[in-house]
């Protein structure tokens, strides 16, 4: 029995024939022709809902923004506004593919914004601490 299937392969639509083989006999399965890119249809089931934004950055123009390296989620802030660091101090962590990365103050400063918060979800150079 030959099935046809739609694949969305990187935002590109292919349509793919696969025919099925039995556990008891061998069938040969023809091959397909190279696959056509097709118009993307609309989907009939609604699209997953977009994850939270993490809030926009609350900094001045002036202040040293510590940024997200990764797509992540903050897994903990070190620190609060009116704290005052030094370069080199942990100021957040971040998980990303169930490893969590330690995130340093890019220089010495006091915080004047905390921008993300514990469990927020972050892009890469998403600010997350102002000083």
């Known amino acids: 029995m030959i099935k046809a299937y739609r694949v969305n392969v990187n935002g590109k639509v292919y349509e793919v024939e696969v025919e099925e083989i039995t556990a008891g006999?061998?069938?040969t399965i023809a091959a397909a022709p190279a696959p056509a890119p097709v118009a993307p249809k609309p989907a009939s089931v609604a699209p997953a809902p977009a994850p939270t934004p993490a809030p926009a950055p609350k900094a001045a123009a002036t202040g040293e923004i510590v940024e997200a390296p990764m797509p992540g989620t903050i897994v903990d802030i070190k620190v609060k506004v009116g704290d005052t660091v030094k370069e080199g101090d942990l100021v957040a962590v971040i998980e990303a593919m169930k490893m969590e990365t330690d995130l340093f103050s890019t220089k010495s400063g006091v915080v004047t914004a905390v921008n993300a918060g514990k469990g927020a979800s972050v892009n890469?150079?998403?600010?997350?601490?102002t000083l």
């Open 25 to 27: 006999g061998q069938q």
């Open 124 to 129: 890469t150079g998403d600010a997350i601490i």
